[in-house]
């Protein structure tokens, strides 16, 4: 039952992160503007925090599916986050590539991957309702190290999706010789159209 939890996670939180969002759309802007060295080190560090904060989500699920005001508020979190991430990336449009990679370094690729593993508003209502969907109908058994098992394979799972994220950015950079600026640019408008999205369903429920 150990190894389905492990395989469970990791199919499940793979899928998780291949919609754009937060995560995935900062991995194809570090891979691209730091290199896949950086990116990989964001990503190691965020997949070490999910599998942390997987484990928690899972222990308290019942607990949080009863805070519906919660819900609300990480919905407009995610707002302000779309919203920083989307400025950010439009306003490093205009740097170049090697002033970008002097001035970064290994901390500030693991500052960020902290940062953003600790304050994923998405995390909590994917557990929450996925976590409990998969507990109540016998995908995972939560006896016996099975929540630890799974936590691993969350982790597994966003380190597999988010480092095919980083390589398939290199890949279109190289490939049709985009420079960094027209990344980012993408990458700002994919996060404002998220904004919008977000806001669609925040006042229409959709």
């Not at 925090?49 to 407009?76: G, H, M, S």
Request: overall charge positive.
């Amino acid at each position: 039952m150990l190894l389905q939890n492990l395989i469970v996670a990791i199919v499940v939180n793979f899928i998780g992160y291949l919609p754009f969002g937060n995560i995935n759309l900062t991995t194809v802007q570090l891979s691209t503007n730091r290199g896949l060295k950086q990116a990989l080190i964001f990503v190691t560090t965020f997949s070490v925090f999910e599998a942390f904060f997987t484990y928690l989500l899972l222990q308290f699920a019942e607990w949080f599916a009863e805070k519906k005001d919660l819900i609300y508020w990480l919905d407009w979190i995610l707002v302000l986050i779309f919203i920083v991430l989307g400025v950010s990336a439009w306003r490093s449009g205009g740097k170049h590539d090697f002033e970008e990679k002097e001035r970064c370094r290994k901390r500030d690729s693991i500052r960020l991957g902290i940062i953003l593993g600790i304050f994923n508003p998405m995390q909590i209502p994917f557990w929450m309702i996925g976590g409990t969907y998969l507990i109540s109908n016998g995908w995972v058994d939560p006896d016996n190290l099975g929540l630890e098992v799974f936590a691993v394979g969350a982790a597994i799972g966003a380190f597999l999706a988010l480092y095919l994220f980083a390589r398939f950015a290199i890949y279109i950079k190289e490939k049709f010789s985009l420079s960094s600026k027209a990344i980012n640019k993408s990458v700002a408008i994919i996060f404002f159209i998220l904004i919008l999205v977000q806001l669609g369903r925040i006042y229409f429920s959709f």
